[in-house]
């Protein structure tokens, strides 16, 4: 698959799971769709480096981005508290 169709598709499939759990974009100054695009360039960047452990470092990837989230989310359940 062409490099730009996959980006296209990885941020349109990302977009749409936004639409079950929304983010707050009023408290940064960007446009939702350029940061979707730069992330996903990184991911796809990422995936097809020509490593052993791929799959593994891809694993590990998420496993930090969710524990983040979660703290972020915490710190925002604090923080209206």
Do not use: C, R
């Not at 452990?53 to 915490?74: P, R, W, Y």
């Amino acid at each position: 698959m062409e490099k730009m169709t996959k980006l296209k598709e990885l941020v349109e499939l990302a977009m749409e799971v936004e639409d079950s759990d929304p983010i707050d974009w009023s408290i940064v100054q960007v446009d939702p769709e350029t940061v979707y695009g730069m992330m996903a360039a990184h991911v796809i960047d990422m995936f097809e480096e020509e490593k052993e452990d791929t799959e593994l470092i891809m694993m590990g990837v998420m496993v930090k981005l969710l524990v983040e989230n979660f703290v972020l989310q915490a710190y925002f359940a604090q923080d209206s508290d």
